[in-house]
């Protein structure tokens, strides 16, 4: 069956990094494009960043500079690494699988604070 297991997150202060994994299984990874979303409390899902099946990438404009989104298609994984995180940066973080069907993980949780 499908999977995307999200790992990573964790208890990290300002300014301090992380490097989010998103595991794949059970699609054809490589001709899906894959993205980041997060979910503070009391907010709504938003999108942080995306990479093409070609590889291209973009992010959200607040992270920008600070996030960067890459994948590996023969190990089925896509990475997020958050460099210079921020106590706005708290949040729930997800990956999706977009492509004929839509799939997404479990999240992980990413908190941001000293």
């Known amino acids: 069956q499908v999977q995307l297991v999200e790992s990573g997150g964790g208890l990290v202060q300002p300014g301090g990094s992380l490097r989010l994994s998103c595991a794949a299984s059970?699609?054809?990874?490589?001709?899906?494009?894959m993205l980041w979303y997060r979910q503070a409390p009391g907010k709504e899902r938003e999108w942080v960043a995306g990479i093409s099946t070609g590889g291209n990438t973009n992010v959200k404009d607040s992270v920008k500079g600070r996030f960067t989104i890459s994948r590996d298609n023969a190990k089925n994984t896509v990475y997020l690494q958050m460099d210079s995180l921020k106590p706005e940066d708290t949040a729930v973080y997800y990956c999706?699988?977009?492509?004929?069907?839509?799939?997404w993980g479990q999240g992980t949780q990413v908190t941001v604070s000293s």
């Open positions: 059970g699609f054809s990874f490589s001709t899906y494009a």
């Open positions: 999706k699988a977009s492509g004929p069907y839509t799939y």
